[in-house]
């Protein structure tokens, strides 16, 4: 991780992250497995893999993954998941590792 980014918050909702994975140029909208390990409701969201890092059921949450230019145009809409967009199953989630957090 090369900086660190305030949380994306809608009123009374969960906070979202902008973040970029290092093999990708597009900064992405999603939750933060770290935050949902606090949470002892939604904690069964994350999965563990076994190369260690955390990989979030963002189906299971009834949210998907979005591209920053997505949030800007749709806001918190742009993660929520709808029936024509299939669940993904598990994404990794690889902020401590694998992602930087976006500076823009």
Known sequence: MQSSRPSLRPTGGDSFYRFRYL????????VMAQDLL??????????LQPDGYYA??????????????????SG???????ATQPPAGPMPVKHTRGAVFADH
């Open 56 to 73: 979030v059921d963002y189906a299971s949450l009834g949210l998907r993954m979005a591209s920053f230019a997505e949030w800007q145009a």
């Open 38 to 47: 606090n949470d002892p409701v939604r904690r069964g969201a994350v999965i």
């Open 76 to 82: 918190p809409a742009s993660v929520q998941l709808n």
């Open 23 to 30: 093999w990708s140029e597009t900064v992405q909208v999603g």
